[in-house]
């Protein structure tokens, strides 16, 4: 199987021509082998345009949202970003492109373990990861010049927005268990500004701020 033209006609084909521009991002998706975050029997699918199953009734995000979401964080290289939903590790991987450092939260014990075994065999060593309710963000470690959310919110968790470096973003799914819209809303010193970006489904964000389990 080569995984390489599977990745470059990705990249072309889901990302390029639907209008991802960051160069970054585009090198980012380049570099990182995304069949190796999901299970084997998965592998040769692993570059097609959809979310994959990774288990504990999770998924893999599809490539386009997880581009979408990173190129609307703005990264440049030396920030430190928060990532609610670890998940297989993927979109974790491409932020450790991206960034100078990432921190990353996931409630799922047994995904977290997968993850980070990947994410130490390719060496992501900007990485650090916890298990918790990221609802709650990561108070420590802010604020932070990024926070992206990767599951489906009913609100917008007011934590997060407290954690986040003023002129910097948060993007998060927000609507209901069966879709959502994508934000993107800034920090600015008067307060904050949202924008829309698209439609969209994703698994559902389950914590204080998020969906009871
Ligand atoms: N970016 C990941 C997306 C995984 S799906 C990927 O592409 O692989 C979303 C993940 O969010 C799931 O793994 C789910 O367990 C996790 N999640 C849901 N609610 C959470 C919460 N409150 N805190 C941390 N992780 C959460």
């Not at 097609?48 to 009734?57: A, E, F, H, K, R």
């Not at 999770?58 to 030396?78: D, F, H, R, W």
């Not at 995904?111 to 992501?124: A, E, N, P």
């Amino acid at each position: 199987m080569d995984f390489n033209a599977f990745r470059e006609k990705m990249v072309l084909r889901q990302l390029v021509d639907r209008g991802i521009k960051d160069q970054r991002v585009i090198s980012a998706f380049l570099k990182v082998p995304r069949h190796l975050f999901v299970e084997e029997a998965l592998r040769e699918r692993a570059y097609g345009d959809y979310p994959l199953p990774i288990g504990m009734n999770q998924t893999i995000s599809q490539p386009y949202m997880v581009a979408l979401m990173c190129e609307l964080l703005e990264l440049k290289g030396n920030e430190k970003v928060l990532e609610i939903g670890t998940g297989s590790g993927y979109e974790t991987a491409i932020l450790a492109e991206l960034a100078e450092r990432v921190f990353s939260i996931e409630r799922i014990d047994s995904l977290m373990q997968t993850s980070r075994s990947v994410l130490d065999s390719l060496k992501y060593n900007n990485v650090v990861t916890k298990v918790a309710d990221g609802t709650y963000g990561w108070r420590e470690e802010s604020p932070f010049d990024g926070i992206v959310v990767t599951a489906a919110s009913p609100k917008i968790p007011t934590r997060l927005l407290s954690q986040l470096a003023v002129n910097r973003h948060l993007v998060i799914p927000k609507g209901d268990a069966f879709s959502q819209m994508l934000y993107k809303i800034t920090k600015t010193d008067k307060g904050f500004d949202t924008k829309d970006i698209t439609g969209c489904v994703f698994v559902k964000l389950i914590g204080k701020d998020g969906w009871e389990n």
